[in-house]
């Protein structure tokens, strides 16, 4: 069989769905021929040199996405859907929430697994782009907000006199919110932090930053915000409007604000008010990761970083996109370990293991129609 690796071409796009490391062992068993289409990797700082060390062939555009399997970090869209061949394996972020672009690739004939309905047990773990991304998206959100922001991140003891630390809070603590609080701790902040979930209370509190307590008040409220699978469920607007006050007075204080608050398939959870994002101090930053999924913060825009009276909302899109190197190192070994489910890496043997429920889960298309999740 053929494996393919065509470029990405969604604007902004860096990254790369295999890299010579994984080339290599998708090579290993001698049974099936990789094609890398040139300059796939050129964003990501691979030469197109080192697949072909890797034991990959060069290739256009329509031989990478006509492979029997095409390994991609996007979904195919506009030209590129003609491309693909009826009956192809093809794995990436398929953005199944999307009814319009799912119907699209599915009209292909392809077999799609999207990697975003991975299942959050053990197994899948080494497979979950969703965490691996995410967590050089809250790395980085702390790494632009510290470049926005005109002053120092960690306390500083000068013969010219004391700098303060900053001040950050993060909301939501999920595997972003956790990269963000050891990051800007590495940095020398002074950190907060607040989720829905109770359970991450001790994690944050772990990583040395003081957990912002919004009390639940009735036992629904206690239910909701356990959340579902790993994953938060829209809370009660009781909750949200106290929620919106604490976090009034906590922004109020912060130097840096980080938002990463998502509800799966579902617009983000708005966090930050107008009128918070008003009474912040002059020179704070906010960097809005949800900005994608319409925004955890009132007045920010996708794509840019705007200026409201001196405070700066960073709306920035995909931002692994920018470490796009080590990104696609971990997106290629999570795809790499999805597929070792169908393809033995060793023996070359494919059969995909239909009963597995990895696989059931992620099936989102095949033979033309749309798969319906299943519950
Ligand atoms: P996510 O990206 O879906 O959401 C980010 C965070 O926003 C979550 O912590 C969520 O609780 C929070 N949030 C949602 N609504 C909010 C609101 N109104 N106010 C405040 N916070 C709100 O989540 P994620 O980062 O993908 O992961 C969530 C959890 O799942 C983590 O604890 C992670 O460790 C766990 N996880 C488990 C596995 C596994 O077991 N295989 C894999 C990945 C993640």
Redesign the pocket.
């Known amino acids: 069989m053929i494996i393919g690796i065509p470029r990405e071409t969604r604007p902004g796009e860096t990254r790369v769905a295999a890299t010579p490391e994984t080339v290599k062992k998708l090579a290993a068993s001698g049974q099936h021929a990789v094609v890398v289409e040139r300059g796939a990797g050129v964003a990501s700082s691979i030469p197109d040199a080192q697949y072909e060390a890797a034991g990959a062939s060069l290739a256009d555009t329509a031989q990478a996405l006509g492979a029997d399997i095409v390994l991609k970090v996007r979904a195919p869209a506009g030209a590129e859907l003609a491309m693909l061949k009826r009956g192809a394996m093809l794995v990436g972020l398929l953005n199944p929430f999307d009814a319009q672009a799912m119907t699209a690739v599915a009209g292909t004939g392809v077999t799609g697994f999207a990697l975003e309905w991975l299942?959050?047990?053990?197994r899948?773990?080494a497979m979950?782009v969703?965490?691996s991304q995410?967590n050089i998206a809250g790395y980085k959100a702390v790494i632009v907000g510290a470049n926005e922001y005109g002053r120092f991140m960690p306390m500083l003891m000068t013969a010219a006199g004391t700098v303060k630390a900053a001040r950050v809070l993060v909301?939501?603590?999920?595997?972003?919110?956790?990269q963000a609080i050891a990051t800007a701790k590495r940095l020398g902040a002074v950190i907060e932090a607040?989720?829905?979930?109770p359970?991450?209370k001790d994690?944050v509190e772990s990583l040395g930053a003081k957990w912002v307590d919004?009390p639940y008040e009735t036992d629904e409220e206690r239910e909701i915000a356990e959340?579902v699978g790993?994953?938060?469920?829209?809370?009660p607007p009781a909750w949200?409007a106290r929620?919106a006050a604490i976090v009034h007075e906590r922004a109020k204080q912060a130097d840096l604000v980080i938002t990463?608050?998502?509800?799966?398939g579902r617009p983000?959870?708005k966090?930050i008010k107008a009128e918070t994002v008003a009474a912040m101090k002059p020179g704070a930053v906010l960097v809005d990761l949800a900005v994608e999924q319409g925004g955890n913060v009132e007045g920010a825009e996708a794509g840019s970083i705007v200026d409201r009276n001196g405070v700066k909302i960073v709306g920035l899109l995909n931002l692994p996109a920018l470490v796009a190197a080590d990104a696609s190192a971990l997106y290629a070994r999570n795809v790499l370990n999805f597929l070792s489910l169908s393809l033995n890496p060793k023996s070359g043997e494919f059969n995909v293991p239909r009963d597995d429920e990895i696989v059931q889960a992620t099936l989102v298309c095949e033979n033309g129609t749309v798969v319906p999740r299943k519950a």
Do not use: E
């Open positions: 299942p959050r047990i053990t899948a773990q979950d969703l965490s995410a909301l939501g603590v999920g595997v972003a919110g956790l607040s989720d829905v979930r359970s991450v994690q919004v959340g790993g994953y938060a469920r829209p809370m949200m929620q990463t608050a998502l509800i799966p983000a959870p966090l």
